[in-house]
């Protein structure tokens, strides 16, 4: 690209305005400059031969980066530096965060529209359909030392009882195999050969405390909380770590000025999205305030495998249903995702199903639209319950019961063939959505809990934080097998003595007007010798399983429980 003005004169028309490139930094921030003539800032390349121009000027540059046409006209290239090539500085080029660059330019209000609309693909430009955000760590990758940094970390994270557990009944992380059974004498723990931290969790609190250790001096954020456990968020936020947003989207407020930290945010900060993903519109508030995205972005790919499963459902023109909790940010990021894509709508358990089924079976579209108006807040802009729901595939929120989801699979199929026939049924459900968007880890914690439940204990406990679907979904498993014996903790502090602990209420009855309470109840009977089942949800620590386990053989003489080492030389 030359450098003389002549050759970059701005466009008033959109006649004028043939192609469009727009150059960015790692930090999503739009390398511009000043037109001589306004003072204002301008594109890379616009006009008739920009892309030449600016594909030769990268050559230049020594860059390998490819112009990506986001639309057609206009092109994206993103360098993965977060500072300005040397050279472009020198000639007058310069960065800005694209909130000042849409509120100075001289480009057609046109042309900025179709630069906004496409700037959430900013960081993510040279991600092709099968890569993924953020991949898996191998074992040899992982990097566990860095949040097992001081004596209340490793209480938190480490335990001797769990990593034999782990090394004995894992042959595989996906095959759930029979319990372990760790016998202290006075008492009995039985626990599934799968609980706690799975790989996305893990990769998340990594990240974090990564970008915690590597960053001093800089404010860290998490979009919302990192994982659904009180004690790994309390022990970030203790090393510095600060939060944009609760859980449910509600701006965290600044101590100090009283204003919410969106305010305040700046290039200069660093904000790590949690492994639930994030909704584009939060991306987008991110992106154009010149943060950088893609390289704190810890969401989970098997989350995201549910994002490219509604993109390809979407592209095949089928409608996309949600089973999940509208209110959860995963089913939050992944709605704003399928939406992109095909027509959405959310729905949370058989009983709504039930309802969209009766959608389905109207006759009339006036019917049509008077049964579907409870899902009106739950669906996607424009959703016409007369046609969009002919075609349906079902994705997951990815902590839920599997058997629940192929029963609503199965609902909507029936509900389906009743209106169109069996003959047809293949035309209107994609029998690929059949549960295969759930995550194998909440999967594999279910199957693993499963070949527990048919031994006869006194106690099963579930352990998590108050706002964890999936440890909500383990703890269904044992109410329905062991009733008032089965409790939903978050840490030993809530079991109060021998006789008496505290049982979590979880919020999912609307109805329940216990729901969201700690209750106390009755815990362990009076028996020389009791048996206890203890399992964690995907975001439980390790650490505290055994805090558990030690806090009920802590009720016991001395004499009357064997040591640990002694227990771990049996396990197989």
Request: with cysteine; glycine share 6%; proline share 4%.
């Amino acid at each position: 690209m030359n450098s003389n003005e002549s050759s970059n004169t701005i466009p008033t028309t959109l006649s004028e305005a043939a192609d469009v490139v727009c150059l960015f930094l790692g930090n999503s921030k739009i390398v511009t400059r000043r037109g001589r003539n306004c003072g204002k800032f301008k594109a890379f390349a616009m006009g008739e031969g920009a892309v030449a121009e600016a594909s030769a000027r990268l050559k230049e540059l020594g860059r390998e980066e490819n112009l990506v046409e986001v639309e057609p006209g206009l092109y994206f290239a993103a360098l993965d530096e977060m500072e300005l090539p040397e050279r472009l500085g020198e000639e007058g080029w310069f960065a800005v965060p694209l909130q000042a660059f849409y509120a100075e330019n001289k480009l057609p209000e046109s042309v900025v529209s179709r630069i906004r609309s496409n700037a959430i693909r900013i960081p993510y430009l040279y991600l092709n359909t099968n890569e993924y955000i953020y991949r898996f760590r191998a074992e040899k990758e992982r990097n566990r030392k860095v949040y097992q940094v001081d004596d209340s970390s490793v209480a938190l994270y480490h335990s001797a009882l769990c990593d034999a557990i782990k090394a004995v009944k894992r042959a595989k992380e996906r095959s759930a195999t029979t319990p372990a059974r760790l016998d202290f004498g006075a008492t009995e723990f039985l626990l599934p050969s799968h609980f706690g931290f799975c790989l996305g969790v893990q990769n998340a609190i990594e990240r974090a405390y990564e970008t915690l250790a590597a960053n001093p001096g800089k404010r860290v954020f998490m979009l919302s909380e990192l994982i659904h456990n009180p004690f790994v968020n309390e022990d970030l936020q203790s090393r510095g770590l600060k939060y944009l947003q609760s859980d449910k989207g509600v701006p965290q407020v600044e101590e100090a000025s009283g204003r919410p930290y969106w305010d305040s945010l700046s290039d200069q900060d660093i904000v790590i999205i949690p492994a639930f993903g994030a909704r584009d519109e939060d991306k987008l508030r991110l992106i154009e305030r010149g943060l950088p995205i893609r390289q704190y972005d810890a969401t989970c790919m098997l989350v995201e495998k549910v994002w490219k499963a509604a993109r390809r459902y979407g592209q095949q023109g089928y409608t996309v249903v949600i089973h999940g909790k509208a209110e959860h940010e995963e089913t939050k990021a992944t709605f704003s995702n399928s939406a992109k894509y095909a027509p959405s709508v959310v729905i949370r358990d058989m009983k709504e199903a039930a309802m969209l089924g009766a959608v389905i079976r109207a006759e009339t579209a006036e019917e049509k639209r008077r049964l579907f108006e409870p899902f009106l807040s739950r669906s996607s802009v424009g959703f016409d319950p007369s046609k969009d729901l002919d075609r349906l595939a079902l994705v997951n929120q990815t902590t839920l019961l599997r058997n629940e989801t192929l029963k609503i699979i199965a609902y909507l199929e029936a509900a389906l063939t009743e209106a169109y026939g069996e003959a047809h049924i293949t035309d209107h459900l994609a029998m690929s959505s059949k549960g295969d968007t759930l995550c194998y880890a909440t999967q594999v914690n279910q199957d693993a809990l499963a070949k527990a439940l048919d031994e006869d204990i006194d106690a099963a406990i579930v352990v998590g934080g108050k706002n964890s679907s999936n440890t909500f979904q383990l703890f269904r498993l044992c109410q329905e097998r062991f009733g008032k014996r089965a409790f939903y903790i978050q840490s030993e502090k809530n079991i109060l003595s021998k006789a008496e602990i505290e049982h979590f209420i979880f919020p999912y009855d609307p109805q329940d007007p216990k729901q969201g309470i700690m209750e106390t109840r009755a815990f362990l009977p009076e028996k020389e010798r009791i048996r206890v089942l203890v399992t964690g949800g995907a975001s439980c620590p390790d650490g505290i399983l055994q805090q558990i386990i030690c806090r009920i053989n802590g009720f016991y003489p001395s004499e009357q429980i064997r040591s640990i080492e002694s227990v771990l030389a049996e396990i197989e």
